[in-house]
């Protein structure tokens, strides 16, 4: 079946440091990819996405490339602030997997000032 | 819009206690979910629908979890009798399903349930 691994956390990092957070995924068919952030007491929201393979989602600052061939889709921002501390999830969703939306574990970032 | 809304936010109740858990989609969704989430198990997926059908229950625990939708701008999660290891962060999302794997889902801000 369809699954999503991402890192460990948590992450701590100081303000204006590089992030990456890697993901990597199975899948059957050909999956759209995702990445959703949750901050403390609220649902997760779209981050950004890419729906095939060399596409790269991008939104504030943020980054992904869709990588068929190592099956990743590694966040990446140049420079955190403060107010990115959050959980960060990878997710996939196709029409194999009954166009479920299936989700890493999760990844929590903490920006130090 | 309003966005997903959930109802309520914060839910306390004894073991044995009927739990309703109630989401209100956005208008013009038709996919709808309910998740889990736990620290231990993060994010599960319990139920979804699609125009107000149940497609997959595959991820409901046991036969003490229910969930209906009885039109397409409302569906609750029941749960009967509760258990303290039902104690979670319970969220309800919706999609809109045209080219459904590339559309985003839509959470709501979730409902602490606390079974002591």
């Known amino acids: 079946g369809n699954s999503v691994t991402q890192m460990e956390g948590p992450v701590t990092l100081s303000e204006e440091a590089f992030l990456t957070i890697n993901c990597t995924y199975t899948?059957?068919?050909?999956?759209?990819l995702f990445w959703y952030v949750q901050y403390p007491g609220e649902g997760l929201q779209l981050l950004l996405k890419?729906?095939?393979?060399?596409d790269k989602g991008s939104n504030k600052g943020f980054e992904a490339t869709y990588r068929k061939e190592t099956t990743s889709f590694h966040l990446e921002k140049g420079s955190v602030q403060v107010s990115d501390s959050a959980v960060y999830f990878c997710?996939?969703?196709?029409?194999?997997?009954?166009?479920?939306?299936?989700f890493g574990a999760g990844t929590r970032l903490f920006v130090k000032a | 819009d309003a966005g997903v809304i959930q109802s309520p936010r914060h839910e306390v109740t004894e073991m044995g206690q009927e739990v309703t858990l109630r989401c209100k989609p956005i208008?013009?969704?038709?996919?709808l979910f309910w998740y889990r989430q736990t620290m231990m198990r993060g994010l599960e997926l319990l139920i979804y629908?699609?125009?107000?059908?149940?497609?997959?229950d595959s991820g409901m625990p046991e036969d003490r979890f229910s969930a209906k939708m009885p039109n397409a701008s409302f569906s609750t999660l029941k749960i009967q009798p509760s258990e303290p290891r039902d104690s979670a962060v319970y969220f309800c999302a919706s999609r809109y399903g045209l080219q459904a794997a590339n559309s985003p889902l839509h959470f709501g801000n979730g409902t602490r349930l606390t079974v002591t």
């Open positions: 208008s013009g969704h038709d996919y």
């Open positions: 899948a059957t068919g050909y999956p759209s």
């Open positions: 890419a729906t095939k393979a060399d």
């Open positions: 997710a996939l969703s196709d029409r194999t997997g009954g166009f479920k939306t299936i």
């Open positions: 629908f699609n125009n107000n059908v149940p497609i997959d």
